[in-house]
């Protein structure tokens, strides 16, 4: 008889001691390993990839946000032959290199024919050439830019995105410029006048904390006529001319790196150009800029080491301004997470696991199910870790937002996957665990292409008790749910083969009524616990909004599932599809409402998801109707 992964017969065997101290060992391990990250990434002094930026309404490490700018123009979070940040600050110091640097990548062929740019087998193109390009069809992309997004055809949205790109490095460069020392004094009575030496490099910065002796230098010219102008006559021109030049920078906001004011009403973070004008700089903002002019300076001159020490005393400063709040914790929390790339390595773990096991079928079953076993656990640890990471730096639950939620309902289905396969010992929650953390991972990963997944959240969802215990519920009872569907396709799988399966079946049937029920435990008080947050957010209990209608239909389905099986309507078989059916229903209260664009919880990410979502729905469909029949027909078939 073939041999499954079900049949107590190709089981692997092992003592009760040595499962446990393997597990124990591992799991002890992969939450070491996370410690010991994050313990490192708190040692020390902080570095210059801690400095705070204030992006798209939260402060986080400029090596956060070189990131995504990167990530947003060149499609990658680094370049071949540099990191980001080696990359931002080559923008923001306005090298050379920066300007014929191949950085822009135009994913469609047709782009480069609308911006008439050359033909490249890769289609990579400097600042410099699509500057130039976008420069010459200024006018119709500005018309593009003010279609509304629905209107746009799909080449139109890649050229308004390609445009902005170029914009937000654009601006990035000029942010900066008023700290680069590019202004040099010849004349030594001049030099001497502005506290400089002669051909000594200065900022516009610099000139404007001196702009009474710029004036005075100013006015002792405005009586003479051109023809009277002396050598140092014509170098003041020449200097107020340069600084002019500088200054139509003044509106560059591409980064908020000076933090705002205690007595601030708006929290808003400015960039060193709206500074310039200020009569007065508070000893914080006269610090931040400082060691803003010391880190370009050490860049361009490539000794990005001996600024560490600026860097240091700017936390220093901001820790004493803010009662004692140590900022550097978060951002090099933060910071350590994105060079680490937990995710990434926990769904490595969970593909190799899946791979591992399929092998096993074919060769040494005990040895590698028990290296499948490892790796689950290993990529639970790391996955959880991920989780408990972004907790530490965004000081919520890690499900408040879409992305947010994938992910985790992703480690619910891995971790529930481990606990099955502890129990089961039969390969069964290895198949479970590894294919729901891989997959929503996969479905997580395209809500962040942006590259930032821990934006700010609106009002109303940042805050409050029961918002975190509510949406922390129901995300395990959508993880529960899936996991259960999941069930539900092996079984109808299993009942459709040919031979005698119906011990194998017996307990998968088991295992479905099970997992309904915790599913339905998870998302009836998980939607109770909603409507208690929404009475004190909102101030009623229950209105109808179609959040609230999707997670009261997946109760709804579940319980009529659990009836129709104990009033005898449904058997086996048909719990399982409807099993299969109800990841519909979750798919389309979890998604589906954020399409509706309407209601109180329309705060999802919306784009493209719709024939994603009907693709998936109708092939659940397919496979629950078609196994169903399938499995039905086995059944009445002589065996």
Same mark, same amino acid.
């Given at each position: 008889?073939?041999k499954?992964?079900y049949?107590? %017969?190709?089981v692997?065997r092992r003592?009760? #001691?040595s499962?446990?101290?393997?597990?124990?060992?591992?799991a002890?391990?992969?939450v070491l390993?996370?410690?010991?990250?994050c313990?490192?990434?708190?040692?020390?002094e902080?570095?210059i990839?801690?400095?705070p930026?204030?992006?798209?309404?939260?402060?986080?490490?400029i090596?956060?946000?070189?990131r995504?700018?990167?990530?947003?123009?060149?499609?990658k979070?680094?370049?071949?032959?540099m990191s980001?940040?080696?990359?931002?600050?080559?923008?923001?110091?306005d090298?050379?290199?920066?300007?014929?640097?191949?950085?822009?990548?135009?994913?469609?062929?047709?782009l480069?024919y609308a911006?008439?740019?050359?033909?490249?087998?890769?289609?990579?193109?400097?600042?410099?050439e699509?500057?130039?390009a976008?420069l010459?069809?200024?006018?119709? @992309?500005?018309?593009?830019?003010?279609k509304?997004?629905?209107?746009?055809?799909?080449?139109?949205?890649?050229l308004?995105?390609t445009?902005?790109g170029?914009?937000?490095?654009?601006?990035?460069?000029r942010?900066f410029s008023?700290?680069?020392? $590019?202004?040099?004094i010849?004349?030594?009575?001049?030099?001497?006048?502005f506290?400089l030496?002669?051909?000594?490099?200065?900022?516009?910065y610099?000139?404007a904390q001196? %702009?009474?002796?710029?004036?005075?230098?100013i006015?002792?010219?405005?009586?003479?006529?051109?023809?009277?102008?002396?050598?140092?006559?014509?170098?003041?021109?020449?200097l107020?001319?340069?600084?002019?030049?500088?200054?139509q920078?003044?509106?560059a906001?591409g980064a908020?790196?000076?933090p705002?004011?205690?007595?601030s009403?708006?929290?808003e973070w400015?960039?060193p150009w709206?500074?310039m004008?200020s009569?007065?700089?508070s000893?914080e903002e006269?610090?931040?800029l400082?060691t803003?002019a010391?880190?370009?300076?050490a860049?361009?001159?490539g000794?990005r080491?001996?600024a560490?020490g600026?860097v240091?005393?700017?936390?220093? +400063?901001?820790?004493?301004?803010?009662?004692?709040?140590?900022?550097?914790?978060?951002?090099?929390?933060? +910071?350590w997470?994105?060079r680490t790339?937990l995710?990434?390595?926990?769904?490595?773990?969970?593909?190799?696991?899946?791979?591992?096991?399929?092998?096993?079928?074919?060769?040494?079953?005990?040895?590698?199910? #028990?290296?499948?076993?490892a790796l689950?656990? @290993?990529?639970?640890?790391?996955?959880?870790?991920?989780?408990?990471?972004r907790?530490?730096?965004?000081?919520?639950?890690p499900v408040s937002?879409?992305?947010?939620?994938?992910?985790f $309902?992703?480690?619910?289905g891995?971790? +529930?996957?481990l606990?099955?396969?502890?129990?089961?010992?039969?390969?069964?929650?290895?198949i479970?665990?590894?294919?729901m953390?891989?997959?929503?991972?996969?479905?997580?990963?395209?809500y962040?292409?942006d590259?930032d +997944?821990?934006?700010?959240?609106?009002?109303?969802?940042?805050?409050n008790?029961w918002?975190?215990?509510?949406?922390?519920?129901?995300?395990?009872?959508?993880g529960?749910a899936?996991v259960a569907?999941?069930?539900g396709?092996?079984?109808?799988?299993?009942?459709?083969?040919?031979?005698?399966?119906?011990?194998?079946?017996?307990? @998968?049937?088991?295992?479905?009524?099970?997992?309904?029920l915790v599913?339905?435990?998870?998302t009836l008080f998980?939607?109770?616990?909603g409507g208690?947050?929404a009475?004190?957010?909102?101030?009623?209990f229950w209105?109808?909004?179609?959040?609230?209608?999707?997670?009261l239909?997946?109760?709804?389905?579940q319980?009529?599932?659990i009836?129709g #099986?104990?009033?005898?309507y449904?058997?086996p078989?048909?719990?399982?599809?409807?099993l299969i059916?109800?990841?519909?229903?979750?798919?389309?209260a979890?998604?589906?409402?954020?399409?509706?664009?309407?209601?109180l919880?329309?705060?999802?990410?919306t784009?493209?998801?719709?024939?994603?979502?009907?693709?998936?729905?109708?092939?659940?469909?397919?496979?629950?109707?078609?196994?169903?029949?399938?499995a039905?027909?086995?059944?009445?078939?002589?065996?």
């Amino acid at each position: 008889m073939t041999k499954s992964f079900y049949d107590k %017969s190709f089981v692997y065997r092992r003592t009760r #001691r040595s499962a446990v101290g393997v597990k124990t060992w591992l799991a002890v391990f992969a939450v070491l390993l996370v410690v010991a990250g994050c313990s490192v990434s708190l040692a020390g002094e902080p570095g210059i990839a801690e400095l705070p930026v204030q992006h798209d309404g939260r402060v986080k490490p400029i090596d956060t946000f070189a990131r995504v700018l990167l990530l947003s123009v060149y499609g990658k979070r680094s370049l071949p032959d540099m990191s980001a940040l080696d990359w931002y600050f080559e923008v923001a110091a306005d090298k050379p290199a920066f300007r014929t640097r191949p950085i822009f990548h135009l994913r469609n062929p047709e782009l480069v024919y609308a911006l008439q740019l050359p033909e490249r087998k890769k289609r990579l193109y400097t600042f410099e050439e699509l500057s130039e390009a976008t420069l010459k069809h200024r006018d119709y @992309l500005h018309e593009l830019y003010q279609k509304e997004y629905e209107q746009r055809s799909l080449i139109e949205r890649q050229l308004v995105e390609t445009y902005i790109g170029q914009l937000r490095v654009d601006e990035v460069r000029r942010s900066f410029s008023c700290l680069l020392a $590019v202004f040099k004094i010849q004349n030594p009575e001049l030099a001497a006048e502005f506290d400089l030496q002669p051909n000594q490099a200065a900022s516009y910065y610099y000139f404007a904390q001196r %702009s009474d002796v710029l004036e005075k230098v100013i006015d002792s010219i405005r009586s003479k006529e051109e023809e009277e102008w002396n050598a140092r006559d014509l170098e003041i021109v020449q200097l107020v001319n340069a600084l002019n030049r500088v200054r139509q920078d003044l509106s560059a906001n591409g980064a908020a790196v000076v933090p705002a004011r205690a007595d601030s009403p708006t929290g808003e973070w400015r960039s060193p150009w709206a500074l310039m004008n200020s009569p007065k700089l508070s000893n914080e903002e006269r610090q931040t800029l400082d060691t803003w002019a010391a880190i370009l300076e050490a860049e361009s001159n490539g000794r990005r080491d001996s600024a560490n020490g600026k860097v240091a005393e700017l936390f220093e +400063t901001f820790a004493a301004n803010r009662g004692g709040v140590a900022m550097d914790s978060r951002l090099r929390l933060e +910071t350590w997470m994105s060079r680490t790339e937990l995710f990434y390595k926990s769904v490595a773990a969970y593909i190799a696991g899946f791979l591992v096991l399929g092998a096993s079928w074919l060769v040494w079953p005990n040895f590698l199910r #028990r290296c499948s076993l490892a790796l689950l656990i @290993l990529g639970v640890s790391l996955h959880g870790g991920g989780l408990l990471v972004r907790m530490l730096v965004m000081g919520r639950p890690p499900v408040s937002t879409l992305y947010e939620s994938v992910i985790f $309902v992703g480690f619910i289905g891995a971790l +529930t996957g481990l606990i099955v396969e502890l129990v089961r010992h039969d390969g069964f929650g290895l198949i479970v665990g590894n294919v729901m953390g891989a997959v929503l991972h996969f479905v997580g990963f395209s809500y962040a292409a942006d590259g930032d +997944t821990m934006g700010m959240l609106v009002a109303v969802l940042d805050s409050n008790f029961w918002l975190a215990t509510h949406v922390v519920t129901i995300t395990i009872g959508y993880g529960c749910a899936l996991v259960a569907g999941l069930v539900g396709h092996v079984y109808l799988f299993r009942a459709a083969l040919p031979g005698d399966h119906r011990k194998v079946l017996s307990a @998968l049937s088991r295992n479905m009524n099970g997992l309904n029920l915790v599913a339905l435990f998870f998302t009836l008080f998980g939607t109770i616990l909603g409507g208690i947050w929404a009475d004190q957010s909102w101030g009623r209990f229950w209105g109808w909004d179609p959040k609230e209608n999707g997670a009261l239909l997946i109760v709804m389905w579940q319980l009529m599932l659990i009836h129709g #099986r104990l009033a005898g309507y449904t058997g086996p078989r048909g719990m399982a599809a409807g099993l299969i059916l109800n990841n519909i229903v979750v798919a389309l209260a979890w998604f589906g409402v954020n399409l509706l664009n309407v209601g109180l919880h329309s705060y999802g990410f919306t784009d493209s998801v719709a024939m994603k979502l009907a693709a998936f729905c109708l092939l659940e469909i397919a496979l629950a109707s078609g196994g169903y029949f399938l499995a039905r027909r086995r059944a009445a078939s002589p065996a």
